[in-house]
């Protein structure tokens, strides 16, 4: 069978084609080879090895399973990312997150970054990678999503990242100048759990109590006792939950707060700061 046959294949089993993307990167990754390669030698045979875990992974897919599992990487902010089915597969989306912290945190000044629920290490590792001079702290409450994050950082040869385990601030001490998460937010009833790649997600990464709301509260209470004064929260939250966070925030004395939305005009993160003192504000 050529790549190109192989890319056209549909499996006995499946009900429709996968997505193109889907089978390429499944091939690439069974020939160990680029997408770019596959283009350039569509008329090339797949050895035979190849082609049965190629054939054994888009089985897998037809059945849910997420590629980023499958092929066990996934890029988010252009580095590439080890993930497991342990934590959440980085989102795209999340980018915004990220291009949020930086616009608040200056390139040239030291400053200490506390990112909740680092899963991956996705967040952390884009902000340390903009940030050199800054020390990001990655946060988890699992121990093998900690040596994840920290397998990701070395593979990326960055040094200005630490690791704590915590169940959000319970464990951390000390004042910050900017604390990210995205933390799970999904109710525990919602029927999207039941559906796609978010079946095979953990769940400890996504459901959040009956309302989506249980991490977010418990940040948004915690972490003004661990930032300075006019220091940043920045939080990614669901769809529909902007109001929510925005009155959770003010509710915790929190000002300046923002709302922002991703690419698609879905409300999808808040940014907040401290009250600033006299000396802070001059």
């Not at 949020?100 to 200056?106: F, G, W, Y």
């Not at 915690?222 to 925030?249: C, M, N, R, W």
């Not at 923002?258 to 409300?267: K, P, T, Y």
Request: proline share 5%.
């Amino acid at each position: 069978m050529t790549i190109q046959e192989a890319l056209a294949y549909q499996h006995n089993s499946a009900s429709s084609p996968l997505a193109r993307l889907d089978c390429e990167v499944l091939l690439a990754h069974s020939l160990k080879k680029t997408r770019t390669y596959l283009k350039t030698w569509p008329e090339k045979s797949v050895p035979d090895n190849a082609l049965s875990a190629y054939l054994a992974l888009l089985q897998r897919r037809t059945d849910g399973e997420p590629v980023a599992y499958l092929v066990g990487t996934r890029e988010f902010w252009s580095l590439d990312l080890a993930v497991n089915d342990n934590t959440l597969i980085p989102r795209p989306e999340t980018e915004h997150l990220v291009e949020a912290a930086l616009s608040k945190i200056p390139p040239n000044q030291t400053q200490h970054i506390l990112d909740l629920g680092t899963g991956t290490g996705a967040i952390a590792i884009a902000i340390a990678y903009e940030r050199p001079l800054c020390t990001v702290t990655a946060v988890d409450c699992s121990p093998k999503a900690l040596h994840l994050a920290q397998h990701n950082a070395q593979k990326h040869n960055l040094h200005n990242l630490q690791y704590q385990h915590s169940d959000w601030l319970t464990q951390i001490q000390g004042l910050y100048d900017v604390i990210i998460s995205n933390p799970p937010y999904i109710a525990s009833n919602d029927p999207h759990l039941k559906q796609g790649d978010i079946r095979f997600e953990p769940r400890l990464a996504l459901v959040s109590g009956t309302d989506g709301m249980h991490a977010l509260r418990a940040i948004i209470h915690s972490a003004h006792a661990h930032l300075h004064p006019g220091a940043y929260l920045i939080l990614e939250h669901g769809f529909d939950q902007q109001a929510k966070v925005i009155h959770t925030l003010n509710k915790h004395g929190y000002v300046q707060i923002q709302g922002l939305q991703d690419d698609q005009g879905h409300a999808r993160l808040v940014v907040a700061q401290t009250m600033c003192s006299e000396s802070c504000a001059k």
